[in-house]
């Protein structure tokens, strides 16, 4: 997964691992088909909905509902984050319709899996 974050990022930016983050699962809808495609699971700075919203609003074709929010520091989220794209590498998804943030995402039938591998 290539985004912004990464130890040699932290390393880089020791203060920015200590703010605000927030791991998010989400159900992408096709707008279209009114399909429930796959499942996103990605991470924003900030810890509330509208942390998540801002970075949820361009998934192209999609629509999203939020399964599940995790608040801690910008590290463990992203930390976190890893782990579980990692745990759930073979339910990976690719959608036919590329957006930011497509490489993230996972087959609609682990959302429940997923949900119970994200702290309460």
Known sequence: MSGIYNETYFRNH???????GVLYLLVLVH?????RECVKIGIA??????SVNKRASG????????LRTY?????NVWKLEQALHQ???EH???PKEKFGGYTECFNYD???EICLSIPA
């Open 92 to 94: 990976k998804f690719i």
């Open 71 to 75: 608040t801690s520091t910008l590290y």
């Open 45 to 50: 700075a900030g810890k509330n909905w509208k």
């Open 31 to 35: 707008k279209r088909t009114n399909k």
């Open 14 to 20: 020791p203060e920015e691992a200590s703010k605000d």
């Open 59 to 66: 998934y192209g074709p999609y629509t999203n509902r939020t």
């Open 87 to 89: 745990e759930f590498l």
């Open 110 to 112: 682990s959302w429940k």
